[in-house]
């Protein structure tokens, strides 16, 4: 048998484990991306096997929680891709700033990095006790790093930068205290954020949003996930509200393509149905 | 003794010391000994002459004797003649010889005594010669003697032996004289040499002490305390070392202690500063962070140094700053300078002279070092930067509260450049495996990202590959068609030939085709009118029966309360007449209510609601519901479930609910003894599977040539039964005509006498498309279906809506461009993707026009454009034919309006959009505006202008609840804030007198989360004013005018039901903050006749349960913000008088712990999101 088919065999197996121990399902994941963050993971704790991952997997307690933290990729910055975080400011905040309250849910929040770029663009743009940021993800691990707030100190200059170039009105220094080399975020910036575990892949809508900013987390989802991701999505968003996607990430493979419009060329926010409904 | 000032003595030398004071010890001897050696001799001296002149006495004593015995031996000799007596005088002679030659010798350096002595020997001489030898000479001669003796008796001698005699007198004492004088001398030598010895004696004594003394002190005691200082020295105190100042061995001793003193302080200084260093160091090393480094750094250097705080900053390379990044003993908010660039204030400028500064005495007004007792300033504050290999790291700034010693300098110095090696190692190790992470963590969604776009290239490639397909396909078509072209050229060339000939017969034909056509309109329009009729009719009865209720209703009522007699005022015949009058009305409303039903069916206005019910359930709940009747009649009444007979059917329950208590009061009224049995079992509907639910009794039966008729309305087997049984006789064709509606069928099987078994037959999963075909086709009798006598589906309820424009077009890219097209210009357009899509779509929505692609997935565009012009709602609808072909003419002939070849022009679409009528399409609605700032409704108006609407203006509450009274509108834009009535008490009125149209608030304000959830109950489009709110407001208000589903608006309410008895009056209490969710559950909660109670956080539903004791279950959503559900739930639990109290969570997270999480938190039991209604019921049933 050859040991690529072997791999397999075992991968399949610690997603059957995965999925019937914790509940959590890779099924739609992309393979080749899931097969990697296996390995990955197998590497980095050291396991000879990834039969015996999963072994661990179903005897011990806490190892589900490294698990996800490791599949999971949570790769960010502050203020990434800046033409983004300057397009959120300038062409969506004004029209969320329309809307009595303001729900916004960042699916896929990582590390926290987006979702306090968030909160200082809606501090900065005077909307923040109107909104309520719903920060989720399925990673316990991310979470707790995303409540910390605190990123290394040599990230805060790009973060400055990305800042500056999304339009930023301030420095970002106002908004972090620099600690050892460490920045940790201003507390007041978490004040209406709830984070929360979320999984894409079985939870459900949970409330009604204004703006949902889910970016760079589709890429790893199969075509079905990421239509039920996007279900989610458009289920959860009022009429008028916005979906904001990662760079590499588009709709318009998507059935639910047109229930949204694109808001520009260049980024990858898209507004639901403002205009018309045209499937019924 | 003199430290200070070292004498000349002090500074000789020990052996020089010692020569001098021996030396001079010596000195004073010898001389005390040569002066006694010369006293001494001078004594021998003098007794040597006081010898000498003893001696010189004896002599001339001596020599007087003799001289005098001479002359006695002469005088003898003289008297006596005797010769004996000669001889005395012989041996005188001789004797004075000896003597005077001894005296002679002894008196010679005395010349004054050897002049006498001289004297005396003339003298004896002259004696001997003169008197001695004639006096012989005369005795000799007896003749002469006599002269001697004459002579002798006349003393001629004795003169001169007298002045021999004076003159040795004299000599004796001259030398008596000379030996006084010289035993003087000897006494004076005597007591000079005493006097000497004494001297000498305290001289050697002062000397000797004087010595030990001084040597005692110039050597004893220094050399005795140096001595004791080496104990001290070996236990390494820093003493003091004396005698460092001189310069003799004991200074060379003293330097050398020192030195030695000095080498054991450096070395211990030195093993300090090796020790502590290496203790810093090794601190460091178990840093593995640039944060925890410095801190440890700082921490440890203050620890050392005893610095009273401390500050470390390291160097950003990027930035070119220094940043503070650890601090000791200080207060956090004492940092007030964070970053310093190079050569900029103290810390700066150590980093650029890249030594170590220490600031002292320190400016009033610095930094003051605390503790919790008080604060000192520090004496001195070091800046010292960490540089190793010529490169600055960072720079530590320490208050100290003592001036550094030198070996903390030195410490200092030495571990700011190891420190510096292993700070700069170390934020190298850091930042390489955080770029390591970092770098893996970015190929990883690198990596994703490729995928994602090699998946995408995938997607693109497998398109292109379609794409290209189908040009080859059409490329085939076209050669083809090229071919056939020419073979069709010629055959048209033979029929023109044949043409003419047929031309003639054409005439006639189409004579007889428009008579036949007229005919066919003719009938047409007969079985339209017809169908308007019976149409009309239903229509009616529905509307008349409705109109009846109302009044029944009171009738009943008062007719109820008269049988009742409560008052007791009526006689028992007054009393059974109201009995007769409220039965007679009862049995009216239910001819009513079964004509109301029955004209439902006939009308196609039965709605169904699908769902998943259970068979053996609602079989039950008849079986209790008639139980009481078949025990009053004594009848036996079975329900029986055959085993293969399916558990669940999704059908409409209630419905079905409703046919078989149809079937079996029908049953119980025909049966007078014997059983009633309710079964269910397996069967088949064609292919699909589906359960026969059987009512068999043992009753009368039905006659066999009345059982085809049974199902039509108004019929019993015998009038007569009308009257003996009672009944409308519309029971039957309500179950027939429901049945059908559900997708099934009703039989009948009869035996007069015998009983009946009345059969439905449902599909276990009624098809949806069945709720449109709702007319009751002639049920199948045993004998049979009747065959459908129209294929086409019936059209129905009429479609509703503003009418839109169709699309119809496959291609859903192309279909956009059509749809962004059409809405840009104001147009509602709906799409579909297939024929049976747009048919369906047809029959629901109403359409001011068609643009209709030929080429359809599965039925082609001409069936549908022909299915179109067949139904009467659509068949005026204008259609545009779009198409790929050629076949103008066949659309024409079908009734397009125009036909558009492929591909098409921007133009050409909005001409086809002027040909289906877009221009005069969705007739003006009319809004309401309410708000009492003209200036802002001017706005509003001019902003809405694009709109086809027509705005009436109200300027105050009382103005526009007076138009909400008079007019019809179709939406209702509305300021919150309105003077007359703040808030928001017009909604609250206008919604209390009639149903509010659609709702848009515009507010020039923000709302609190409480009056927005207040708005929340009127509409969900609730506009805030803004840079960007015209637009916004024009999307809500664009949005109820062309009537699309809004995703805020609550789900379609269900039908109401019988609430469940046990339900009605409990409170509840729903916890969400989703707006959409508490408002549509709320809705639907109400009636089923609970009463709602809304929270929309935890601290909220807190605040509700704290002040209202009437809540009997809550249903907490869990994702809430702030305060989350299971929290509250927890808060909930914590309080004794809640402990019972039922929970419900809802919940979007479907993973097996998330629910579990709800339990753990105290939940009773969840639900999942989004909430399915009837399962939310059941729960509610179980728990509250
Ligand atoms: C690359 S990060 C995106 C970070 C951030 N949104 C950005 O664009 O910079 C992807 C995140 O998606 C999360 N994620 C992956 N699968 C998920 C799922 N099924 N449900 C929720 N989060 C998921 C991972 O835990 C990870 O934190």
């Given at each position: 048998m050859h040991t690529s088919d072997r791999h397999d065999i075992e991968i399949d197996l610690f997603r059957r484990a995965l999925m019937l121990r914790h509940g959590y399902d890779f099924t739609g994941y992309a393979?080749?991306?899931?097969?990697?963050?296996?390995?990955?993971?197998?590497?980095?704790?050291?396991?000879?096997?990834?039969?015996?991952?999963?072994?661990?997997?179903?005897?011990?307690?806490?190892?589900?929680?490294?698990?996800?933290?490791?599949?999971?990729?949570?790769?960010?910055?502050?203020?990434?891709?800046?033409?983004?975080?300057?397009?959120?400011?300038?062409?969506?905040?004004?029209?969320?700033?329309?809307?009595?309250?303001?729900?916004?849910?960042?699916?896929?929040?990582?590390?926290?990095?987006?979702?306090?770029?968030?909160?200082i663009v809606l501090r900065e743009c005077g909307l923040y006790e109107r909104a309520h940021i719903f920060a989720t993800d399925f990673s316990e691990e991310a979470l707790a790093r995303a409540e910390e707030g605190i990123y290394p100190l040599h990230e805060a200059r790009a973060y400055s930068d990305n800042y500056l170039r999304a339009g930023g009105t301030g420095s970002l220094s106002d908004w972090y205290v620099a600690r050892y080399n460490r920045i940790k975020l201003d507390e007041s910036l978490r004040k209406r954020v709830t984070f929360a575990r979320h999984n894409l892949v079985s939870d459900g809508v949970f409330g009604e949003m204004q703006l949902i900013v889910c970016r760079n987390v589709l890429i790893y989802f199969g075509d079905d996930l990421q239509e039920r991701a996007l279900g989610l999505f458009r289920d959860s968003l009022v009429h008028g509200g916005f979906l904001c996607l990662g760079n590499r990430e588009s709709l318009a493979y998507s059935a639910m393509a047109d229930d949204f419009e694109r808001l520009s060329e260049e980024t990858a926010i898209y507004r639901r149905g403002i205009r018309a409904r045209r499937t019924i | 003794m003199s430290q200070e000032k070292p004498g000349w003595f002090e500074s000789l030398a020990v052996r020089g010391k010692l020569g001098a004071v021996f030396g001079v010890q010596l000195a004073v001897l010898s001389l005390g000994t040569a002066a006694v050696l010369a006293a001494l001799t001078q004594m021998r001296e003098a007794r040597r002459w006081t010898d000498h002149t003893h001696n010189v006495i004896e002599q001339i004593e001596a020599m007087r004797g003799e001289a005098v015995e001479q002359q006695a031996g002469l005088r003898g000799y003289i008297i006596t003649s005797d010769r004996r007596f000669l001889e005395p005088y012989r041996y005188g002679v001789v004797e004075f010889e000896n003597i005077s030659q001894r005296l002679g010798v002894l008196v010679r350096d005395n010349p004054a005594q050897y002049e006498r002595y001289s004297r005396v020997l003339a003298l004896m001489g002259e004696w001997q010669t003169d008197v001695a030898a004639r006096d012989i000479a005369y005795t000799e001669n007896p003749a002469t003697h006599h002269l001697a003796v004459e002579a002798t008796i006349g003393g001629g001698g004795q003169r001169r032996i007298d002045a021999i005699k004076r003159l040795c007198e004299e000599m004796i004492r001259e030398e008596r004289r000379l030996l006084v004088s010289r035993s003087g001398t000897m006494e004076r030598v005597e007591s000079l040499l005493l006097s000497l010895i004494v001297g000498l004696m305290l001289a050697g004594w002062f000397t000797g002490a004087y010595a030990v003394a001084l040597v005692n002190r110039v050597l004893g005691t220094p050399l005795s305390r140096l001595a004791d200082l080496v104990p001290r020295l070996i236990t390494g105190e820093s003493v003091d070392v004396p005698y460092l100042e001189r310069r003799d061995e004991v200074g060379t001793l003293a330097r050398a202690f020192e030195r030695l003193r000095d080498s054991s302080a450096e070395q211990r200084r030195a093993d300090w500063v090796r020790e502590q260093a290496a203790r810093v160091l090794g601190a460091l090393q178990h840093c593995d962070s640039d944060a925890t480094f410095s801190d440890t750094l700082i921490n440890r250097l203050c620890g050392v140094l005893e610095g009273g705080y401390g500050l470390a900053y390291r160097w950003n390379e990027q930035s070119a700053v220094l940043e503070w990044c650890a601090g000791f003993g200080l207060p956090d908010a004492s940092v007030t300078r964070r970053r310093f660039r190079l050569g900029e204030g103290m810390i700066g400028q150590s980093m650029v002279e890249r030594r170590i500064i220490e600031m002292m005495p320190v400016p009033a007004g610095y930094l003051q070092i605390v503790s919790g007792l008080g604060a000192a300033a520090p004496a001195s504050v070091l800046f010292a930067p960490l540089t190793a290999r010529g490169e600055t790291v960072g720079v530590v700034e320490i208050g100290m509260l003592k001036p550094m010693t030198t070996a903390q300098r030195e410490l200092l110095e030495q571990v700011i450049v190891t420190s510096a090696l292993a700070w700069h190692s170390v934020s190298r190790s850091v930042r390489t495996s955080e770029l390591l992470e970092e770098s893996r963590g970015m190929t990883d969604e690198l990596q994703s990202q490729q995928e994602s776009l090699r998946a995408q290239g995938e997607e693109l490639r497998s398109a292109n590959e379609a794409l290209r397909g189908r040009g080859e396909q059409l490329e085939e078509q076209g050669r083809r068609l090229r071919a056939s072209e020419e073979e069709l050229r010629a055959q048209a060339e033979e029929l023109l030939i044949t043409n003419s000939a047929l031309e003639e017969k054409t005439g006639a034909l189409r004579m007889r085709q428009d008579e036949l056509e007229a005919a066919r309109i003719d009938l047409e329009r007969k079985a339209s009118d017809l169908e308007q009729a019976s149409h009309y009719k239903s229509e009616f009865l529905a509307n008349m029966s409705h109109e009846l209720r109302t009044p029944l209703n009171s009738m009943l009522i008062l007719s109820k309360m008269l049988a009742d007699n409560s008052d007791g005022n009526l006689d028992a015949e007054q009393v059974e007449s109201a009995r007769i009058m409220h039965d007679s009305g009862r049995s009216l409303l239910s001819l009513i209510n079964d004509i109301l039903d029955l004209s439902k069916v006939e009308a196609g206005k039965m709605g169904v609601a699908l769902e998943t019910v259970n068979v053996s359930t609602s079989l039950n709940a008849l079986l209790q519901r008639f139980r009481p009747l078949a025990g009053e009649r004594g009848l036996k009444f079975t329900v029986r479930i055959e085993p293969d007979a399916t558990r669940e059917l999704e059908t409409d329950g209630a419905r079905l609910a409703q046919i078989l208590s149809n079937l079996l009061s029908n049953a119980f009224k025909f049966t007078h003894e014997g059983e009633i049995e309710l079964l269910a079992e397996k069967a088949q509907l064609g292919a699909v599977p589906a359960v026969a639910l059987s009512v068999r009794d043992t009753g009368i039966g039905i006659p066999a040539g009345k059982l085809d008729r049974v199902f039509q309305a108004f019929e019993q087997a015998d009038s007569s039964t009308s009257r003996r049984y009672g009944g409308t006789g519309l029971g039957l064709s309500i179950v027939s005509g429901m049945t059908t509606l559900l997708g099934g069928q009703v039989k009948v099987r009869s035996e007069e006498g015998k009983g009946s078994t009345f059969t439905i037959v449902l599909p276990e999963r009624s098809p949806q498309s069945q709720t449109a075909t709702t007319t009751a086709g002639p049920p199948g009798v045993d004998t049979g279906a009747a065959p459908s006598l129209i294929a086409e589906p019936e059209p129905g309820e009429p479609p509703t809506g503003t009418p839109a424009l169709l699309i119809v077009e496959d291609d859903r890219a192309f279909a956009k461009v059509l749809a962004d097209i059409a809405t840009r210009r104001g147009l509602d357009v709906v799409t579909a993707h297939t024929g049976r899509d747009a048919l369906a779509l047809a029959r629901k929505r109403k359409l001011f026009g068609v643009l209709l692609d030929i080429g359809l997935p599965d039925i082609s565009g001409w069936e549908v454009l022909e299915r179109l012009k067949a139904n009467p709602f659509t068949a005026g609808v204008p259609v545009h034919v779009v198409s790929g072909g050629d076949d103008s003419d066949r659309g024409k002939e079908l009734g397009a309006v125009g036909f558009l070849r492929k591909p098409v022009d921007r133009e050409a679409v909005v001409q086809a959009l002027e040909r289906v009528g877009a221009g005069n399409a969705p007739r003006r609605r009319r809004l309401l505006l309410v708000d009492h700032d003209p200036a802002s409704r001017a706005d509003i108006v001019a902003l809405l202008s694009a709109e086809n609407a027509s705005i009436v203006e109200a300027g105050s509450a009382a103005d526009g609840l007076a138009h909400l009274q008079a007019e019809n509108f179709d939406g209702l834009i509305v300021d919150p804030d309105l003077a007359d009535m703040p808030n928001f008490e017009f909604l609250a009125q206008a919604s209390d007198r009639a149903t509010l149209p659609p709702v848009v608030i515009y507010s020039r304000r923000e709302l609190t989360p409480d009056e927005s959830l207040r708005l929340r109950e009127y509409t969900g489009s609730i506009v805030i004013h803004g840079a960007r709110s015209p637009e916004r407001l024009i999307d809500e208000v664009h949005l109820f005018l062309h009537a699309i589903e809004r995703p805020g608006k609550p789900p379609a309410a269900p039908e109401p039901r019988t609430p469940g008895a046990d339900l009605t009056g409990k409170t509840v209490l729903v916890v969400d903050d989703d707006m959409r969710n508490v408002f549509a559950l709320s809705k639907t909660l109400r009636m089923r006749g609970l009463n709602v109670v809304m929270a929309q956080d935890g601290h909220k539903a807190l605040a509700q349960l704290e002040a209202r004791s009437d809540i009997d279950i809550v249903l907490m959503d869990i994702m809430m913000p702030g305060m989350d559900g299971y929290e509250t739930i927890r808060r909930i639990r914590s309080a004794a008088q809640w402990q019972r109290l039922p929970i419900i969570a809802v919940t979007a997270k479907a993973m097996k712990g998330d629910r579990e999480k709800c339990i753990e938190a105290g939940a009773n039991d969840y639900c999942a999101k989004p909430i399915d209604i009837d399962q939310l019921v059941s729960l509610l049933r179980v728990w509250a």
């Amino acid at each position: 048998m050859h040991t690529s088919d072997r791999h397999d065999i075992e991968i399949d197996l610690f997603r059957r484990a995965l999925m019937l121990r914790h509940g959590y399902d890779f099924t739609g994941y992309a393979p080749a991306s899931f097969k990697r963050r296996v390995l990955a993971l197998q590497a980095a704790v050291q396991a000879p096997t990834v039969s015996r991952l999963t072994e661990r997997l179903l005897h011990e307690d806490g190892f589900v929680r490294t698990v996800i933290g490791r599949l999971s990729v949570p790769v960010s910055e502050m203020f990434r891709d800046p033409s983004v975080f300057r397009a959120l400011r300038e062409d969506v905040m004004p029209v969320l700033a329309t809307w009595p309250q303001i729900n916004i849910w960042q699916a896929g929040c990582a590390h926290g990095e987006e979702v306090y770029s968030l909160a200082i663009v809606l501090r900065e743009c005077g909307l923040y006790e109107r909104a309520h940021i719903f920060a989720t993800d399925f990673s316990e691990e991310a979470l707790a790093r995303a409540e910390e707030g605190i990123y290394p100190l040599h990230e805060a200059r790009a973060y400055s930068d990305n800042y500056l170039r999304a339009g930023g009105t301030g420095s970002l220094s106002d908004w972090y205290v620099a600690r050892y080399n460490r920045i940790k975020l201003d507390e007041s910036l978490r004040k209406r954020v709830t984070f929360a575990r979320h999984n894409l892949v079985s939870d459900g809508v949970f409330g009604e949003m204004q703006l949902i900013v889910c970016r760079n987390v589709l890429i790893y989802f199969g075509d079905d996930l990421q239509e039920r991701a996007l279900g989610l999505f458009r289920d959860s968003l009022v009429h008028g509200g916005f979906l904001c996607l990662g760079n590499r990430e588009s709709l318009a493979y998507s059935a639910m393509a047109d229930d949204f419009e694109r808001l520009s060329e260049e980024t990858a926010i898209y507004r639901r149905g403002i205009r018309a409904r045209r499937t019924i | 003794m003199s430290q200070e000032k070292p004498g000349w003595f002090e500074s000789l030398a020990v052996r020089g010391k010692l020569g001098a004071v021996f030396g001079v010890q010596l000195a004073v001897l010898s001389l005390g000994t040569a002066a006694v050696l010369a006293a001494l001799t001078q004594m021998r001296e003098a007794r040597r002459w006081t010898d000498h002149t003893h001696n010189v006495i004896e002599q001339i004593e001596a020599m007087r004797g003799e001289a005098v015995e001479q002359q006695a031996g002469l005088r003898g000799y003289i008297i006596t003649s005797d010769r004996r007596f000669l001889e005395p005088y012989r041996y005188g002679v001789v004797e004075f010889e000896n003597i005077s030659q001894r005296l002679g010798v002894l008196v010679r350096d005395n010349p004054a005594q050897y002049e006498r002595y001289s004297r005396v020997l003339a003298l004896m001489g002259e004696w001997q010669t003169d008197v001695a030898a004639r006096d012989i000479a005369y005795t000799e001669n007896p003749a002469t003697h006599h002269l001697a003796v004459e002579a002798t008796i006349g003393g001629g001698g004795q003169r001169r032996i007298d002045a021999i005699k004076r003159l040795c007198e004299e000599m004796i004492r001259e030398e008596r004289r000379l030996l006084v004088s010289r035993s003087g001398t000897m006494e004076r030598v005597e007591s000079l040499l005493l006097s000497l010895i004494v001297g000498l004696m305290l001289a050697g004594w002062f000397t000797g002490a004087y010595a030990v003394a001084l040597v005692n002190r110039v050597l004893g005691t220094p050399l005795s305390r140096l001595a004791d200082l080496v104990p001290r020295l070996i236990t390494g105190e820093s003493v003091d070392v004396p005698y460092l100042e001189r310069r003799d061995e004991v200074g060379t001793l003293a330097r050398a202690f020192e030195r030695l003193r000095d080498s054991s302080a450096e070395q211990r200084r030195a093993d300090w500063v090796r020790e502590q260093a290496a203790r810093v160091l090794g601190a460091l090393q178990h840093c593995d962070s640039d944060a925890t480094f410095s801190d440890t750094l700082i921490n440890r250097l203050c620890g050392v140094l005893e610095g009273g705080y401390g500050l470390a900053y390291r160097w950003n390379e990027q930035s070119a700053v220094l940043e503070w990044c650890a601090g000791f003993g200080l207060p956090d908010a004492s940092v007030t300078r964070r970053r310093f660039r190079l050569g900029e204030g103290m810390i700066g400028q150590s980093m650029v002279e890249r030594r170590i500064i220490e600031m002292m005495p320190v400016p009033a007004g610095y930094l003051q070092i605390v503790s919790g007792l008080g604060a000192a300033a520090p004496a001195s504050v070091l800046f010292a930067p960490l540089t190793a290999r010529g490169e600055t790291v960072g720079v530590v700034e320490i208050g100290m509260l003592k001036p550094m010693t030198t070996a903390q300098r030195e410490l200092l110095e030495q571990v700011i450049v190891t420190s510096a090696l292993a700070w700069h190692s170390v934020s190298r190790s850091v930042r390489t495996s955080e770029l390591l992470e970092e770098s893996r963590g970015m190929t990883d969604e690198l990596q994703s990202q490729q995928e994602s776009l090699r998946a995408q290239g995938e997607e693109l490639r497998s398109a292109n590959e379609a794409l290209r397909g189908r040009g080859e396909q059409l490329e085939e078509q076209g050669r083809r068609l090229r071919a056939s072209e020419e073979e069709l050229r010629a055959q048209a060339e033979e029929l023109l030939i044949t043409n003419s000939a047929l031309e003639e017969k054409t005439g006639a034909l189409r004579m007889r085709q428009d008579e036949l056509e007229a005919a066919r309109i003719d009938l047409e329009r007969k079985a339209s009118d017809l169908e308007q009729a019976s149409h009309y009719k239903s229509e009616f009865l529905a509307n008349m029966s409705h109109e009846l209720r109302t009044p029944l209703n009171s009738m009943l009522i008062l007719s109820k309360m008269l049988a009742d007699n409560s008052d007791g005022n009526l006689d028992a015949e007054q009393v059974e007449s109201a009995r007769i009058m409220h039965d007679s009305g009862r049995s009216l409303l239910s001819l009513i209510n079964d004509i109301l039903d029955l004209s439902k069916v006939e009308a196609g206005k039965m709605g169904v609601a699908l769902e998943t019910v259970n068979v053996s359930t609602s079989l039950n709940a008849l079986l209790q519901r008639f139980r009481p009747l078949a025990g009053e009649r004594g009848l036996k009444f079975t329900v029986r479930i055959e085993p293969d007979a399916t558990r669940e059917l999704e059908t409409d329950g209630a419905r079905l609910a409703q046919i078989l208590s149809n079937l079996l009061s029908n049953a119980f009224k025909f049966t007078h003894e014997g059983e009633i049995e309710l079964l269910a079992e397996k069967a088949q509907l064609g292919a699909v599977p589906a359960v026969a639910l059987s009512v068999r009794d043992t009753g009368i039966g039905i006659p066999a040539g009345k059982l085809d008729r049974v199902f039509q309305a108004f019929e019993q087997a015998d009038s007569s039964t009308s009257r003996r049984y009672g009944g409308t006789g519309l029971g039957l064709s309500i179950v027939s005509g429901m049945t059908t509606l559900l997708g099934g069928q009703v039989k009948v099987r009869s035996e007069e006498g015998k009983g009946s078994t009345f059969t439905i037959v449902l599909p276990e999963r009624s098809p949806q498309s069945q709720t449109a075909t709702t007319t009751a086709g002639p049920p199948g009798v045993d004998t049979g279906a009747a065959p459908s006598l129209i294929a086409e589906p019936e059209p129905g309820e009429p479609p509703t809506g503003t009418p839109a424009l169709l699309i119809v077009e496959d291609d859903r890219a192309f279909a956009k461009v059509l749809a962004d097209i059409a809405t840009r210009r104001g147009l509602d357009v709906v799409t579909a993707h297939t024929g049976r899509d747009a048919l369906a779509l047809a029959r629901k929505r109403k359409l001011f026009g068609v643009l209709l692609d030929i080429g359809l997935p599965d039925i082609s565009g001409w069936e549908v454009l022909e299915r179109l012009k067949a139904n009467p709602f659509t068949a005026g609808v204008p259609v545009h034919v779009v198409s790929g072909g050629d076949d103008s003419d066949r659309g024409k002939e079908l009734g397009a309006v125009g036909f558009l070849r492929k591909p098409v022009d921007r133009e050409a679409v909005v001409q086809a959009l002027e040909r289906v009528g877009a221009g005069n399409a969705p007739r003006r609605r009319r809004l309401l505006l309410v708000d009492h700032d003209p200036a802002s409704r001017a706005d509003i108006v001019a902003l809405l202008s694009a709109e086809n609407a027509s705005i009436v203006e109200a300027g105050s509450a009382a103005d526009g609840l007076a138009h909400l009274q008079a007019e019809n509108f179709d939406g209702l834009i509305v300021d919150p804030d309105l003077a007359d009535m703040p808030n928001f008490e017009f909604l609250a009125q206008a919604s209390d007198r009639a149903t509010l149209p659609p709702v848009v608030i515009y507010s020039r304000r923000e709302l609190t989360p409480d009056e927005s959830l207040r708005l929340r109950e009127y509409t969900g489009s609730i506009v805030i004013h803004g840079a960007r709110s015209p637009e916004r407001l024009i999307d809500e208000v664009h949005l109820f005018l062309h009537a699309i589903e809004r995703p805020g608006k609550p789900p379609a309410a269900p039908e109401p039901r019988t609430p469940g008895a046990d339900l009605t009056g409990k409170t509840v209490l729903v916890v969400d903050d989703d707006m959409r969710n508490v408002f549509a559950l709320s809705k639907t909660l109400r009636m089923r006749g609970l009463n709602v109670v809304m929270a929309q956080d935890g601290h909220k539903a807190l605040a509700q349960l704290e002040a209202r004791s009437d809540i009997d279950i809550v249903l907490m959503d869990i994702m809430m913000p702030g305060m989350d559900g299971y929290e509250t739930i927890r808060r909930i639990r914590s309080a004794a008088q809640w402990q019972r109290l039922p929970i419900i969570a809802v919940t979007a997270k479907a993973m097996k712990g998330d629910r579990e999480k709800c339990i753990e938190a105290g939940a009773n039991d969840y639900c999942a999101k989004p909430i399915d209604i009837d399962q939310l019921v059941s729960l509610l049933r179980v728990w509250a």
